[in-house]
């Protein structure tokens, strides 16, 4: 029976903790929209700028000195391509990047005064490209467009100059070797089908991360002695504090992890290639991954600022570190042992493969195992983190109590002595 009302009294401690957390929770402003707004929000944001997955009618300005019948149809086919629109003529290159200094254009084609004399004289002719960098979607656009354009002016040059016997024939003498591109997982060729599906996977990890520390550095900064824990009866043991606040960030990230990787990818269209079974078998290791990483930050928060500042300004880089944005095999070793300690690393690359490119969980299982190696590390570790935390909050409240004593002895005795005094 002793057994059985221990176990009792852990599920009722466990269960007060958890009340608190979630009272914690749903008071604090800053927590509730970390927990709650910005999942739902933000990846809504963010899947509708990107929506378009591409660029249309970029404004370009070209520089035409050649002024041949060739130049002008070479203007003519990129204004009549989807991706590219001519704004204007420019007089010369200065006034051409005046124009994209203003931002009025994104690219400039120029178009050399040789151009028609060099093709009739049986030798290359060029153009020249120029293109804000600082946006990829839109140099892809000018970029693709110039050489698509000039390959099919080239062809029907050559097929001018060959003079074929049949339609046939001009057709091997300008393409000899027939070439089908095919974009194997991105069909679209965009942005947001390659990418959109890890950041969502990310917000997951930073959101709770972020929550769960500005819930304890809230703790903390209201507390005047903010490293302590109470001692009561709820808070004798390790596994009844991590287990009520588990289940809080469980419950909550329950239902934002299925929001996050089922719906927004359906409103959006993103590719959706994988079965309910596998991804909530992943979903399962990760977030249970995430809540123990984020309990361990939330224990060297010692300001609710602290790990917005932490947590934030490495957002950039764990993307880059996943390898969806930047090929893996170009990270330093050293920076790749580095991403092996957050759980989205693992988490970002076997959801993609898993959306988008029709992976089963055997095909990710090597993600998978880290994923659940993380999760029981990060369980071992913020066990021993928080039971060191209670030893000192135990040992830093008995000397508080001393305190509280002695100066309690000192009152009685002052009032004993006045009260012989009289």
Not at 17 to 35: P, S, Y
Not at 254 to 259: L, R
Request: proline share 4%; net charge neutral; charged share 15%.
């Amino acid at each position: 029976m002793s057994i059985f009302r221990n176990i009792a009294e852990a599920v009722s401690d466990a269960a007060y903790i958890w009340r608190q957390e979630m009272r914690q929770v749903i008071r604090d402003e800053g927590v509730l929209i970390f927990f709650v707004i910005v999942p739902l929000v933000y990846p809504l944001l963010y899947s509708w700028i990107y929506n378009n997955e591409v660029v249309h009618e970029v404004p370009v300005v070209v520089v035409d000195d050649s002024h041949s019948s060739l130049s002008r149809q070479f203007t003519r086919m990129v204004d009549a391509s989807s991706d590219v629109r001519v704004l204007c003529h420019a007089a010369d290159m200065d006034e051409a990047k005046s124009l994209v200094s203003r931002q009025l254009a994104k690219g400039i084609y120029h178009i050399p005064a040789e151009f028609d004399r060099n093709i009739y004289s049986m030798q290359q002719a060029t153009i020249g490209v120029y293109c804000d960098m600082s946006l990829m979607l839109t140099y892809q656009a000018i970029y693709q467009t110039a050489v698509g354009v000039t390959q099919t002016m080239g062809a029907g040059i050559q097929i001018q100059r060959s003079r074929p016997a049949t339609v046939r024939e001009a057709q091997i003498s300008v393409r000899p070797l027939a070439v089908d591109e095919v974009a194997l997982f991105n069909p679209s060729g965009g942005y947001g089908s390659s990418i959109l599906l890890g950041v969502l996977m990310l917000i997951l990890q930073q959101t709770l991360v972020l929550g769960i520390g500005l819930s304890a550095g809230t703790a903390r900064e209201t507390d005047r002695y903010h490293e302590l824990i109470p001692i009561d009866s709820h808070y004798q043991g390790v596994f009844r504090i991590i287990g009520g606040k588990f289940t809080c960030y469980f419950m909550i990230y329950a239902v934002m992890g299925a929001y996050l990787t089922l719906v927004v990818p359906r409103i959006f269209s993103f590719p959706q290639l994988a079965h309910w079974q596998d991804l909530l078998l992943l979903m399962l290791p990760y977030v249970l991954a995430c809540i123990f990483f984020g309990m361990i930050v939330s224990c060297i928060v010692r300001y609710r600022e602290n790990v917005m500042l932490l947590m934030v300004f490495v957002s950039v880089p764990l993307l880059f570190m996943t390898g969806i944005s930047w090929p893996q095999e170009n990270i330093p070793t050293f920076w790749q042992s580095i991403s092996w300690l957050f759980p989205s690393t693992f988490g970002v690359r076997a959801y993609v493969r898993l959306e988008s490119m029709g992976a089963t969980l055997n095909d990710v299982s090597y993600e998978y195992c880290a994923l659940w190696i993380q999760a029981v590390l990060y369980f071992v570790i913020c066990c021993l983190v928080y039971r060191h935390q209670i030893v000192r909050s135990r040992s830093h409240a008995l000397e508080r109590l001393e305190r509280i004593g002695r100066k309690l002895e000192v009152v009685e005795q002052i009032r004993r002595r006045k009260s012989v005094a009289r």
